[in-house]
């Protein structure tokens, strides 16, 4: 399975829509980023961590889930940039395909260097919009489907023949 790795704060300070709700409430901003890698995760199927610098924080790390997403807070005096380069070492195989989302030109060239793919945060938004895209036309796709029916038939009596359908297989 591909590892999608994910400089959160990073995305954050370059996503025009993050970004000014960063400006307004900075939790929020966390939670959208999540939200929308959930929708990427579950559209790509690879697994995605986010990482969160808490640099400055006091404390130990911190590992959660969200919507299938794991999510790290770094510890303290670790950068976001130090976490996803031990993540890079520890997850990179034959059959994994690391991919480093962030726009950091250093920390590119550094997880380039291990062996890890790189994704600007530009490049993440455009995919993620075409996703959310490619998710609409389906929606829409599906609609126009079951609108397309010759003989309007009620749902109940639709899912008993789908029942009987399923009966006879």
Not at 100 to 106: G, L, P
Not at 116 to 128: C, F, Q
């Amino acid at each position: 399975m591909d590892v999608l790795l994910v400089d959160g704060y990073n995305i954050i300070g370059d996503w025009d829509e993050l970004k000014q709700l960063r400006d307004i409430d900075l939790a929020q901003a966390r939670q959208q980023l999540i939200e929308k890698m959930a929708e990427y995760q579950a559209y790509r199927g690879y697994r995605i961590i986010v990482v969160f610098d808490a640099y400055e924080v006091k404390g130990l790390a911190t590992k959660e889930q969200h919507y299938n997403i794991e999510v790290i807070y770094t510890k303290e005096k670790e950068t976001a940039d130090q976490c996803i380069e031990r993540l890079v070492k520890k997850l990179k195989n034959v059959r994994t395909k690391v991919y480093v989302a962030t726009s950091d030109y250093n920390e590119q060239r550094t997880v380039f260097q291990q062996g890890a793919y790189r994704k600007s945060a530009r490049e993440l938004a455009i995919e993620v919009n075409q996703i959310q895209e490619e998710i609409t036309k389906d929606l829409q796709s599906f609609q126009n489907k079951k609108i397309a029916r010759k003989i309007p038939i009620k749902d109940d009596i639709l899912d008993i023949f789908e029942k009987m359908r399923r009966d006879q297989d």
